[in-house]
């Protein structure tokens, strides 16, 4: 029987969140509505939302655009298996990717999360070379401080060392990895010689390189140079190996471009897509590839592509990707990006001289303080909360990525918010 009271202690002592423990040992705060930048809490007390809930909700909440796409879809039907069957939706949401992506990714799997995204992504690259009569190349090259996702697959192409999935590394595939690039403005040449070495040594067993452009998320914030990319991706070419880019949490316009890639003019062989896919209304990830390597696959054995997920192309959730792409073309996001940008600078520079504070970055709708040492969540949150805004740090990172609709007031509160708070923290 539901009720409109959010039991806490229930979900304190019986439901997993996020990286925690059970029961819980940091306080979860109930959220009873959300509209725009806002979210409301069970006590009435309103947050302005510097997360956009971990990159997805990039229109805002409760956006009566989206939420008429999902009324209208669930009239006609709310799921199909896609399994010998197929719907408008799918088909619909397929050429808008095409058309906005860059022009050699011409084929799509649909998947229902950015990890399983990254795993069907790893899954072509390998079959791709077994049908190329390769299969020698069967490991991947990463970068430290790589993160990309939580599953098996994924996991095992995070960073080994300071990621977050070291537990598990004498069960995970064993893949080959480089130093990360600096982090920062400029071009080091001596980062992509590094790539370069491993490639030169082990291209006969790598079948790609995957990387996430420009911005490395959970794995550090680390925002750095596009020439590195530029540089990637010829040496993918030289050595005859597959580029595979994790735009799950930088495309859609967070970093100023529709897709990261975009400010290296490059194209990968592969790309992952995914949470602000659907504006954030619900789980919808996409794996792209180009024509070469769907059709090797197809006229190799098995003859199929071993992948097929229950909730695959939800009609759902493709027609909230759907309205939200329609929505954000139809947008200023580059002007608003762009302002977000500017105000974060603006704003944030001044942390840079608290003695806490390691290193301050901005990229297009990304906004992060690097501290000494790792903060403490539960207090630094709490503190976030009093003054009416919802930021989520973790380990040594108090970062934010707003919807792009967010008004300059609300965002100078969120950073004003920043600057008090790791000024406090010791």
Not at 32 to 60: F, P, T
Not at 183 to 211: R, S
Not at 217 to 245: F, H, S, W
Not at 289 to 314: C, D, L, R, W, Y
């Amino acid at each position: 029987m539901s009720s409109d009271k959010i039991d806490t202690k229930f979900d304190q002592q019986h439901i997993w969140h996020p990286y925690t423990s059970l029961p819980a040992n940091i306080k979860a705060y109930p959220v009873a509505s959300a509209n725009g930048v806002r979210l409301k809490l069970q006590d009435g007390r309103e947050l302005i939302d510097g997360m956009a809930s971990w990159w997805c909700a990039i229109h805002g909440y409760n956006h009566p655009v989206l939420n008429q796409a999902i009324k209208d879809q669930t009239d006609k039907m709310a799921h199909v298996m896609f399994g010998g069957l197929t719907h408008q939706p799918a088909i619909e949401l397929a050429k808008k990717l095409i058309s906005i992506t860059p022009a050699s990714l011409q084929n799509i799997f649909f998947a229902d999360s950015g990890s399983v995204a990254v795993e069907v992504a790893i899954k072509l690259a390998l079959q791709y070379w077994q049908a190329k009569n390769k299969p020698a190349k069967n490991k991947l090259l990463s970068l430290k401080h790589a993160y990309h996702g939580d599953t098996f697959g994924a996991m095992a192409i995070c960073d080994p060392v300071n990621g977050m999935h070291s537990l598990f590394s004498n069960v995970l595939a064993q893949h080959y990895f480089v130093d990360a690039p600096y982090c920062g403005e400029e071009f080091h040449e001596d980062d992509i010689k590094k790539v370069k070495q491993q490639l030169e040594q082990h291209h006969k067993n790598i079948a790609a390189l995957i990387l996430e452009p420009l911005v490395q998320g959970a794995g550090g914030m680390r925002i750095y140079n596009p020439e590195y990319l530029t540089q990637a991706r010829k040496l993918c070419d030289e050595y005859d190996v597959l580029l595979i880019t994790d735009e799950i949490a930088t495309g859609f316009g967070r970093t100023g471009t529709m897709f990261a890639c975009e400010q290296a003019d490059i194209s990968p062989d592969i790309m992952c897509v995914g949470k602000a896919l659907t504006g954030g209304m619900m789980s919808l990830a996409a794996t792209l590839m180009t024509k070469e390597i769907s059709q090797t696959i197809s006229q190799a054995k098995p003859g199929v592509f071993m992948h097929g997920p229950t909730f695959m192309a939800n009609p759902l959730a493709c027609a909230a990707a759907n309205a939200s792409i329609d929505l954000l073309l139809s947008s200023n996001w580059q002007e608003n990006v762009l302002r977000i940008e500017k105000t974060l600078k603006d704003n944030l520079t001044e942390c840079s001289d608290l003695e806490q504070v390691k290193d301050v970055r901005v990229k297009g709708a990304i906004g992060v303080i690097e501290t000494h040492k790792p903060v403490d969540q539960a207090w630094m949150t709490q503190e976030f909360v009093k003054r009416g805004v919802w930021v989520r740090p973790f380990s040594n990172l108090v970062y934010i990525m707003p919807a792009y609709v967010i008004n300059n007031d609300d965002l100078v509160k969120i950073t004003s918010s920043m600057y008090e708070i790791v000024s406090q923290q010791l």
